[in-house]
């Protein structure tokens, strides 16, 4: 069974930088994921994906909000993804949840407790 553990959320002032982190444990983890991916959802607002990375050949994916802000990087030996958010405003305030999407899964079928990030203008 796959768990994830995201860490990093916090609260921080518009224009500022947080890094979450996410950890997957499970076993043979490596050799059944397809992609990992931060998705994130605001109250009132359906849940949205920000950004995506193949596990394989690390090929990325970012919403349109967040492209030019955002990074998502993988530490494959660590099996752990990363999003770098930077010039963060209010409207990036959500729970940040990290997703794994497993071969043989046509959508992501893992997923974390979620990181509060709340940024203040």
């Known amino acids: 069974q796959v768990q994830l553990a995201e860490s990093g959320g916090g609260l921080v002032q518009a224009g500022a930088s947080l890094r979450l982190s996410c950890a997957a444990s499970?076993?043979?983890?490596?050799?059944?994921?397809?992609?990992m991916g931060w998705f994130r959802q605001a109250p009132g607002k359906e849940r949205e994906l920000v950004a995506s990375?193949?596990?394989?050949?690390?090929?990325?994916y970012y919403a349109d909000a967040v492209k030019g802000r955002f990074a998502i990087s993988r530490d494959r030996p660590k099996n752990a993804i990363y999003l770098q958010l930077n010039s963060l405003n209010t409207d990036d305030t959500a729970v940040y949840h990290c997703?794994?999407?497993?071969?043989?899964?046509?959508?992501?079928?893992?997923w974390g407790q979620g990181t509060q990030v709340t940024v203040s203008s």
């Open positions: 990375i193949r596990w394989a050949n690390g090929d990325t």
């Open positions: 499970g076993r043979n983890f490596a050799v059944y994921t397809v992609a």
């Open positions: 997703a794994a999407q497993s071969l043989g899964s046509t959508q992501y079928n893992h």
